[in-house]
Nanobody, 120 residues
Framework: QVQLVEAGGGSVQAGGSLRLSCAASGYLVRYYCSAWFRQTPGKEREWVANIDADGTTEYAGSVKGRFTISQDRATNTLYLQMNSLKPEDSAMYYC??????????????WGQGTQVAVSS
């Protein structure tokens, strides 16, 4: 059974950093596409970044240069390093995965989310 458990959210001032983690079980992250999404109340879920099984990464324009997605194959964990945080980055952050080597627009597995709040 696939399970994704996020952690690392919290409150931080603008300009600060947070690192989100997503512990995966039931599969190996090295073989699947993985991604981070975020959502604020009343808005649609927004794609943030993804990493293919071969390590290729992609980022939304709003976070490019500030966020870094990575995976630790030894611990089977996905990470999102968030630097230079802005108030508009405040959201519930979700990790997601799909049993495909290369990422597409659909993701089969989702975590429960971790809240990030950035104050100005």
């Amino acid at each position: 059974q696939v399970q994704l458990v996020e952690a690392g959210g919290g409150s931080v001032q603008a300009g600060g950093s947070l690192r989100l983690s997503c512990a995966a079980s039931g599969y190996l992250v090295r073989y699947y596409c993985s991604a981070w999404f975020r959502q604020t109340p009343g808005k649609e879920r927004e794609w943030v970044a993804n990493i293919d099984a071969d390590g290729t990464t992609e980022y939304a324009g709003s976070v490019k240069g500030r966020f870094t997605i990575s995976q630790d194959r030894a611990t089977n964990t996905l990470y999102l390093q968030m630097n230079s945080l802005k108030p508009e980055d405040s959201a519930m952050y979700y990790c997601a995965s799909d049993p495909m080597r290369y990422c597409s627009s659909s993701f089969r597995y989702w975590g429960q989310g971790t809240q990030v709040a950035v104050s100005s």
